[in-house]
């Protein structure tokens, strides 16, 4: 968690942005700030502006000061105009974020059999016998699950990803039951992906998480594609980060609904 101003600037600005997980100290917050500004806390998904194929839930709480701020409009209406806009569109699946290159997945299986000690088999179609003993076993167990609660072959699911950072006897983290992908981790359990038989690569990773990692995505955003980076630093970046569309439509809501006294005339209409 973070504040986007800090220190003594957050003391004599006109707003500022605390953001963090679910579980933030809203109380801490208002003790230590409650004085001097309104504080508004909002709850955001990924599924609100149409990544349902990820999990990330997450709260920001905005401070606005209440001798130089001004509300100009109601953020949670202006956030729930935005996402029942974006809601008109087709959602995101976890197969969606699919988008590595051939060659992108051959480099991080050849990372990874460096790392272990393996040796990389390029006709190879499945990335299993790069696994630890431990991740096949939680593969065997989690398909196990998948059978007997379902029915059906856990194989023939495109949209079933399995995290085997967990053990399996305390927790069963999969895509099975919300349909979407677990909430990224900064440790380095894999996301399998069970159909493919193999695990989300790095791209594929910030792919879910808003980035956009190709052109195709990055032509739509009107930006330049993400450089790509290695596997154990996107782990970390992912592991603590805020979902990026998320993250634009919240700063886009707060841009609009607070401000200063001396500088807005007219309240925002939607």
Known sequence: ACFVKTGQRISSSCSGAYTGEMDIKV??????????????????????????????????????????????????????????????????????????????????????????????????????????KRERKQIVLLDRRFRQRFGREPAKDPNLIYYLGDNVSFAVTWSAVSGAIPCFRARGGKYWHRKSRRWLVAVERMAAMGFPVNEDQARVMGVSPVPSMESTRVGKVLGNSFHYTNAAVVLLCALCCFGRQDQCQQNVVW
């Open 27 to 132: 109380k801490a917050v208002n003790d230590i700030l409650g004085e001097s500004y309104h504080i508004y806390q909002l709850f955001v998904s990924p599924e609100d502006v149409g990544h349902s194929g990820i999990n990330r839930r997450r709260t920001y709480l905005f401070c606005s000061h209440r001798e130089t701020g001004r509300y100009v409009y109601d953020i949670y209406e202006a956030y729930a105009a935005v996402c029942a806009a974006i809601r008109t569109k087709p959602g995101t699946s976890p197969a969606d974020y699919l988008v590595a290159t051939p060659t992108q997945v051959a480099a991080e299986a050849m990372q990874v059999a460096h790392t272990r000690k393996k040796t990389y088999k390029h006709a190879a179609k499945s990335l299993a016998y790069l696994l630890t």
